[in-house]
């Protein structure tokens, strides 16, 4: 009899778990959003206690205009730092944290694929792709355990969540979301840098310029992505979509003069 509730309790568990991501997609996701926001919250305080932040006022002024256009689409409180690092790179966390190093603002030419990348991370977090990341890797009991390990990220275990969260590079730790979970960013992300009245036509340049930028090995922050050329062919697709969305968004008056 106790089995038989075991084995129910846990058929329900599964079935309260699958979830429909933003673009139709069907998800297993096992942790309680409390919980991954904490741990975004804590992975984000280690990064800070880890790496200078940048203190120029001209260049966190451009960043968080950006960002706040961004995410006034997507609704909720955002925290925004702009890393001093020279590695071209982004992310967001579960909670609202955003990070972006001052290496990403070499290649990122313009306020518009700035927008894209910013975008492309946001995305993720909409899509709870953390959440999806963490929940195939750790069963449900160990999830207790898990914000303690995110609090020593120097530890082997919390070197693996901090990279399923998507900021393990800083720990050595490289694990990729999917190229479905990233496609669906790209899309997703072009999406919403467009209803914020940014140019879509520019994330292709954006990565054009990311694969300039490589000379040959790709930057940190597309270490584990699709390739340059298949990225720029599926968003290819989606612009004239895209421009829509932008053209009525200028119509609203939203016109984002990030500088």
């Given at each position: 009899m106790i089995s038989r509730k075991i084995i129910l309790c846990g058929m329900l568990t599964l079935?309260?778990?699958c979830t429909t991501s933003p673009t139709g997609r069907s998800q297993l996701v096992l942790m309680p959003e409390s919980q991954m926001s904490q741990m975004g919250l804590q992975a984000f305080t280690n990064i800070k206690d880890k790496t200078p932040?940048?203190?120029?006022?001209?260049?966190n002024r451009y960043v968080q205009c950006v960002a706040k256009a961004i995410t006034r689409e997507v609704g909720g409180v955002w925290e925004v730092v702009v890393f001093r690092?020279?590695?071209?790179?982004a992310f967001a966390l579960p909670g609202g944290r955003i990070g972006v190093n001052t290496g990403l603002l070499k290649v990122a030419s313009n306020q518009h694929q700035l927008a894209t990348v910013i975008g492309h991370e946001v995305a993720h977090v909409q899509s709870r792709h953390s959440n999806e990341r963490v929940s195939q890797k750790f069963a449900v009991e160990q999830g207790l355990g898990l914000i303690n390990a995110v609090a020593s990220p120097q530890t082997g275990t919390g070197k693996t969540l901090m990279g399923l969260l998507g900021v393990g590079a800083q720990y050595g730790v490289?694990?990729?979301?999917?190229?479905?979970q990233e496609s669906e960013a790209d899309i997703l992300g072009l999406n919403i840098m467009a209803r914020a009245g940014f140019d879509p036509r520019e994330?292709?340049?954006l990565w054009m310029n990311m694969s300039r930028a490589s000379k040959g090995q790709p930057p940190e922050f597309l270490s584990t992505h699709p390739s340059h050329s298949s990225r720029i062919s599926e968003l290819d697709k989606r612009i004239a979509t895209a421009l829509q969305l932008q053209a009525r968004a200028q119509q609203q008056g939203k016109r984002p003069a990030c500088r």
């Open positions: 079935l309260a778990a932040v940048e203190g120029n006022r001209t260049t690092d020279d590695s071209a790179n490289l694990l990729p979301y999917t190229r479905l994330s292709t340049r």
